[in-house]
């Protein structure tokens, strides 16, 4: 977790962050103590291997175009519009997943559930937080005017998790449950809180490394 944290290549952070998971799955496999636990784990390891293949196939297409995955010279490379979409698009799909945002939240119930209590801590503690760290340091400033298309699906999609979420955690009785799903709701509120402050024309998250003025668009046009 600490070396993903400092890395700045988006293949070396693809391959630790998705190493990741691999102590978590046995730990949810081999110490979990309800009788779910198998499937919890797998169901855990394969949402987030699925959910990162998009990221890997957009890493190596970035990788075909500039020669090159160091970040700091990334931030300098002007993609096309459509290009950052399709870019946005698969990275997305990598880090919504490990947020989680609704409908991909499902493997985080059953994660909670089943894993033994220090697994939960883990899980709720550090591993959702790759997801909203993944947009901070890849996406928003890689890819911003895709990120300014994008912005109004990602306030829809977070309202929906936040409402979802946060009714389905009254109806819980289990205390591991109702961390599961309120995790979800504040999860999905920090992604709302990232997106508005990328969505300052001015912000300096969009403006670190780009010297063009992003611009909103409508996707697929």
Same mark, same amino acid.
């Given at each position: ?8 290549? !988006? ?6 962050? &998705? ?15 309800? #009788? ?14 699925? %959910? ?12 075909? #175009?500039? %020669? @090159? ?8 490379? &002007?993609?096309?519009?459509?290009? #950052? ?10 880090? +919504? ?11 985080? !119930? &059953?994660?909670?559930? &089943?894993? !033994? ?13 790759? %997801? ?5 340091? =890849?996406?928003?400033?890689? =890819? ?7 912005? !109004? ?14 009714? @389905? ?23 709302? %809180?990232? =997106?508005?402050?990328? +969505? ?22």
């Amino acid at each position: 977790m600490i070396a993903v944290s400092y890395m700045l290549d !988006p293949l070396l952070f693809y391959i630790l962050s &998705e190493s990741v998971p691999i102590p978590m799955f046995i730990i949810i496999g081999v110490w979990g103590s309800r #009788q779910r636990k198998i499937k919890a784990a797998y169901q855990f390891f394969l949402y987030n291997l699925l %959910g990162s293949i998009f990221m890997l196939l957009a890493i190596l297409l970035i990788l075909l #175009q500039t %020669g @090159t995955t160091d970040l700091q010279i990334l931030l300098t490379t &002007e993609f096309s519009e459509r290009r #950052q979409i399709l870019l946005w698009i698969a990275f997305f799909a990598s880090f +919504a997943v490990k947020v989680p945002m609704v409908p991909v939240h499902i493997w985080l !119930p &059953e994660a909670h559930v &089943e894993a !033994p209590t220090a697994g939960s801590v883990i899980l709720a503690g550090i591993l959702l937080k790759l %997801g909203t760290y993944g947009f901070l340091r =890849f996406s928003i400033p890689m =890819f911003p005017e895709a990120t300014l298309c994008f912005t !109004p699906f990602i306030y829809t999609l977070s309202a929906i998790a936040i409402i979802y979420s946060s009714l @389905t955690t009254l109806r819980q009785i289990d205390l591991k449950k109702i961390i599961a799903y309120s995790s979800v709701a504040h999860m999905n509120l920090l992604t709302i %809180g990232v =997106f508005s402050r990328a +969505a300052a024309i001015r912000s300096p998250i969009l403006s670190y490394g780009h010297t063009s003025k992003a611009k909103t668009c409508v996707p697929g046009v």
